[in-house]
């Protein structure tokens, strides 16, 4: 067979989903979505920079909007490298959409059936990525980071360097108590679940100012793992109450990734 089929449901509107998807190239990277390089091209052709993967090129063959994306995907960065077609569609279902992808014109890549399995498992697993992505009532963000783990480490257990700017008290213990705060917002009181340096760091962030942390309060977890020549950090935070809270979330933490990355590279 020429084509890899897959496909992943998606508890999330057709709109946020359609937004990802018209990133160029957003599905190269190392097992998370990161902020790409791009470059216009024109035409609807795009140069695309993932930090791990290289430059490749993407042309965009056909938009249409919250329906079907198709695009050229070379393996390389001119219009001559091999290159395969892939399609997205998204069907409405009940509370969410279907995501499909089609990549077709394997053979394109002398494809044999270990390239094809591997094409194909590298769907589903962009798919899933896709999925916690644009999943409406959590966050999950990544970037990756010229540092390694060790350093990377530093910074991330250090939360009031890139996270809580009026500053943080706690301990890399676990059940240690957290107090982090913000200007304008006030202070949040937390708890360390989970420590395990380089490679991850979770804890619990009461909902509200000045309240304990309970039981079922919104749970953090951001990891630190080696990528390409860096790392990649990871933060998912779980337990938020609705869209518009993780929206607000989801911000935040953005904006924090930003300033991690920043640091590292020693701005």
Do not use: C, K
Request: hydrophobic share 40%; glycine share 10%; proline share 5%.
């Amino acid at each position: 067979m020429d084509n890899v089929e897959r496909h992943v449901d998606i508890d999330a509107p057709p709109e946020r989903v359609w937004e990802l998807l018209t990133r160029p190239g957003w599905f190269v990277n190392d097992g998370e979505i990161v902020a790409h390089e791009v470059e216009d091209l024109g035409g609807g052709a795009y140069l695309v920079t993932d930090p791990v993967q290289g430059s490749f090129r993407v042309e965009e063959l056909g938009l249409e909007p919250h329906a079907r994306a198709l695009y050229r995907w070379h393996r390389g960065t001119s219009a001559d490298d091999p290159a395969t077609q892939v399609e997205f569609r998204l069907d409405e279902l009940p509370g969410g959409v279907r995501l499909t992808v089609v990549e077709s014109g394997l053979e394109a890549l002398g494809a044999d059936r270990r390239l094809r399995e591997g094409q194909e498992q590298g769907w589903v697993e962009e798919l899933e990525v896709a999925r916690a992505h644009t999943d409406p009532t959590r966050v999950r963000r990544a970037v990756h980071v010229t540092a390694g783990p060790d350093r990377a480490w530093d910074v991330v257990a250090d939360l009031a360097s890139w996270y809580a700017f009026g500053g943080a008290a706690y301990t890399l213990s676990e059940g240690a108590p957290m107090r982090l705060e913000w200007e304008g917002h006030g202070i949040y009181l937390g708890r360390v679940e989970r420590v395990a340096a380089p490679s991850e760091l979770a804890f619990r962030l009461a909902r509200e100012p000045d309240t304990e942390p309970g039981a079922d309060a919104p749970r953090v977890r951001v990891t630190v793992r080696a990528s390409g020549t860096g790392s990649l950090v990871t933060v998912e935070h779980t337990g938020l109450a609705s869209a518009d809270e993780a929206a607000m979330e989801r911000l935040g933490w953005e904006g924090g990734l930003t300033t991690l990355a920043e640091r590292l590279r020693g701005q």
